[in-house]
Structures are given as structure tokens and as C-alpha cells.
């Protein structure tokens, strides 16, 4: 089966940086695009990035409130960058990805999956 599995949560002092990473594990044939979101407490779940599979910059990459998107295809990874941290930014962050399994499952084409998310809490 195929699993996101995110990492680097954790307490940011106020003007931290952040640095999480995703990486998807199992029967891969292909990943597409791969996004993460946030939701904060009481609030809805937000797109804050997201990036294409080819290795030159796409028109639908995108992210926001100073966020950056890296991946590392040949480790089918995902990366969240931000310096400057305020409390704002404590939130559960998901990654989602749309990924093509290998073997017996790969007729179903792309699929959409989450990770389990990483709290991240900026706070003095």
C-alpha cells in the first residue's frame, strides 16, 4: 500500500524556520503533483503549496504566506520551507500527493493520497 509519511514538527520560536518533509513509500509507478496543506484550530484545511513532477519550474507550482516547495523525485520527496515563523503559522500540516501504484492497482491510474499530518506550533 502506498503511505505519505511527513516529518519535522515539532516547537518553532516565533521568527524560526521550519523544514518538513513527506515521502511516499510503497508501490510506486508515479507520483504527480504533491502538495501540502494546513489546518489550524478552529479553522478549515488550506492549500499552502503545491508543485508538478518535472524537474524545470510549472506554472502550477505555487505557495504562499512565504512558504517554499522543493521535491526530490528520485526519493518521491516533498519538502516545506519557511524562515521567519510567527504564530500564525501553528497549524497540523498535511502532505497529499496524487500517485499511480505499480503491480496489480496501477489500471486505477493516479489517486489521491494524505499523509497523517505533523503538528507544528510556533510559540515563545
Known amino acids: 500500500q502506498v503511505q505519505l509519511v511527513e516529518s519535522g514538527g515539532g516547537l518553532v520560536h516565533p521568527g524560526g524556520s521550519l523544514r518538513l518533509s513527506c515521502t511516499a513509500t510503497?508501490?510506486?509507478?508515479?507520483?504527480?503533483?504533491m502538495r501540502w496543506y494546513r489546518q489550524a484550530p478552529g479553522k478549515l484545511r488550506e492549500l499552502v503549496a503545491s508543485?508538478?513532477?518535472?524537474?524545470?519550474?510549472h506554472p502550477a507550482d505555487s505557495a504562499s504566506g512565504g512558504f517554499t516547495i522543493s521535491r526530490d523525485n528520485a526519493k518521491n520527496t516533498v519538502y516545506l520551507q519557511k524562515n521567519g515563523l510567527s504564530p500564525e503559522d501553528t497549524a497540523v500540516y498535511f502532505c497529499?500527493?496524487?500517485?499511480?501504484?505499480?503491480?496489480?492497482?496501477?489500471?486505477?491510474?493516479?489517486?489521491?493520497?494524505w499523509g497523517q499530518g505533523t503538528q507544528v506550533t510556533v510559540s515563545s
Open positions: 497529499n500527493a496524487d500517485i499511480q501504484q505499480s503491480g496489480a492497482l496501477h489500471y486505477k491510474g493516479f489517486q489521491n493520497y
Open positions: 510503497g508501490s510506486i509507478f508515479s507520483i504527480n503533483a
Open positions: 508543485i508538478q513532477s518535472g524537474t524545470n519550474p
